[in-house]
């Protein structure tokens, strides 16, 4: 069966754009999850999704980054007024049903800030 | 903070050997461990997983030993393979919380 897949593969943006960043999970997972991967560095926790609600959102660095689902399956990871530091690959993972569940990872967006 | 660490960031062993990669934690409330395998221009894949119950988990020549006391764990893969070479993350979880290690690059070569 298909995996989570993630668009676009690459994004490369201006300083102060707008950017959004897709995500397909898993069909029939209800846990989605989004992680940021800077270089050199291992994924780290932005946001939590169970179903169509932000269950964690604890890991969003400030309130320039928001994410939705509102269906419970796709999530958009917008992020507004880039930075360069928001330079970094962003990966979603889908799993079952909450984080006891395995969590199965997309090909990442890498996104590049001018 | 980094509560998960993964001190060597590449490793390189002959094909047919054993590869040992380890990875230390801070956080005593993390019940449990995972590994984590990635390509080049992939996500990171599922690999093997323990529980804080157990202190050893085998998955064909995948093999995940954790020490509670030394908060300390690691992956051994044995016979190596060159198929084998990609970057290994290892994670913790603990209420709702996963946090990745860095990674550690392994090489095998032929």
């Known amino acids: 069966g298909a995996g989570v897949s993630q668009t676009p593969s690459n994004k490369v943006t201006e300083k102060g754009k707008y950017v959004e960043l897709r995500c397909d999970p898993i069909s029939g997972h209800t846990a989605l999850y989004w992680y940021r991967q800077s270089l050199g560095q291992g994924p780290e926790f932005l946001i939590y999704f169970q179903g169509t609600g932000a269950a964690d959102d604890s890991g969003l660095p400030n309130d320039r980054f928001f994410a939705v689902r509102p269906e419970g399956s796709v999530s958009t990871l917008k992020i507004q007024r880039t930075e360069r530091g928001d330079s970094a690959v962003y990966l979603c993972?889908?799993?079952?049903?909450?984080?006891?569940?395995?969590?199965?990872f997309g090909p990442g967006t890498r996104l590049t800030v001018l | 903070d980094q509560q998960v660490k993964q001190n060597s960031p590449s490793l390189s062993v002959q094909e047919g050997r054993i590869s040992i990669l380890n990875c230390d934690y801070t956080?005593?409330?993390?019940?449990?461990f995972l590994w984590y395998k990635k390509y080049p221009a992939e996500g990171p894949t599922f690999l093997i997983s323990?529980?804080?119950?157990?202190d050893k988990n085998e998955d064909g020549r995948f093999t995940v030993f954790l020490n509670k006391s030394a908060k300390h764990l690691s992956l051994h893969i044995v016979p190596s393979q060159p198929g084998d070479s990609a970057v290994y993350f290892c994670?913790?979880?603990?209420?709702?919380?996963?946090?990745f290690g860095a990674g550690t690059r392994l090489t095998v070569k032929p």
């Open positions: 323990i529980s804080s119950i157990k």
């Open positions: 956080n005593s409330m993390f019940d449990y």
């Open positions: 993972a889908s799993s079952l049903r909450g984080w006891t569940d395995t969590q199965y």
């Open positions: 994670a913790a979880s603990a209420n709702n919380d996963m946090r």
